[in-house]
Antibody, heavy 122, light 109 residues
Framework: QVQMVQSGAEVKKPGASVKVSCKASGYPFSGYYVHWVRQAPGQGLEWMGWINCDTGGTDYAQRFRGRVTLTRDTSIGTAYMELSRLTSDDTALYYC???????????????WGQGTLVTVSS | QSALTQPRSVSGSPGQSVTISCTGTSSDVGGYNYVSWYQHYPGKAPKLMIYGVSKWPSGVPDRFSGSKSGNTASLTISGLQAEDEADYYCCSYGGTYTVFGGGTKLTVL
């Protein structure tokens, strides 16, 4: 079945960077977009951006531009999210999610990864 | 790109129907038929319940239905069951952005 499996929890110091991986299986990886969404403690879901796993093209939410980089490795069916210049406000659960559209984005997400907790603390 | 507006909480008894609203603008909810809804149990991955305003993904019961009027989308859950108690989020495309609602906690009384 289609699955997205993320890397484990991370603890980082303010100012550092974090890179989270998302291993896809059960479908042709390059045929779909992968989105990243985060949820800070007690807050709602926040969309961060997407990557076209075929072309490598990306789009980022305005508030993360310049700090987030989405990449992918088609040889191993894995997408990555790197967030730099971390602050305590970046402490959150980070999710990857596959777009439902094949060959183009339908801007909805299924399935989701299990989430990766990133804690930023001095 | 402000978050879409959802009620913080709704409640209903088993067997009843509840509706969760999601208000955006003409740039997002009102401008595109790319509204989706997610069910989220704390600590679990969110689950897609409705996409394209009113379409069902495979495996989602038809007790869940979606609609849209102007800048407001709605999720209706009929025949409420105990397992429906969860957080629900709407999401919309806005041309150059994607935005979620703030989430609604559904309590089954």
């Amino acid at each position: 079945q289609v699955q997205m499996v993320q890397s484990g929890a991370e603890v980082k110091k303010p100012g550092a960077s974090v890179k989270v991986s998302c291993k896809a299986s059960g479908y042709p990886f390059s045929g779909y977009y992968v989105h990243w969404v985060r949820q800070a403690p007690g807050q709602g879901l926040e969309w961060m951006g997407w990557i076209n796993c075929d072309t490598g093209g990306t789009d980022y939410a305005q508030r993360f531009r310049g700090r987030v980089t989405l990449t992918r490795d088609t040889s191993i069916g894995t997408a990555y999210m790197e967030l730099s210049r971390l602050t305590s406000d970046d402490t959150a659960l980070y999710y990857c999610a596959r777009d439902v559209g094949y060959g183009g984005s339908k801007n909805c997400f299924d399935p989701w990864g299990q989430g990766t907790l990133v804690t930023v603390s001095s | 790109q402000s978050a879409l507006t959802q009620p913080r909480s709704v409640s209903g008894s088993p067997g009843q129907s509840v509706t969760i609203s999601c208000t955006g603008t003409s740039s997002d909810v009102g401008g595109y038929n790319y509204v989706s809804w997610y069910q989220h149990y704390p600590g679990k991955a969110p689950k897609l319940m409705i996409y394209g305003v009113s379409k069902w993904p495979s495996g989602v019961p038809d007790r869940f239905s979606g609609s849209k009027s102007g800048n407001t989308a709605s999720l209706t859950i009929s025949g409420l069951q105990a397992e429906d108690e969860a957080d629900y989020y709407c999401c919309s495309y806005g041309g150059t952005y994607t935005v979620f609602g703030g989430g609604t906690k559904l309590t089954v009384l």
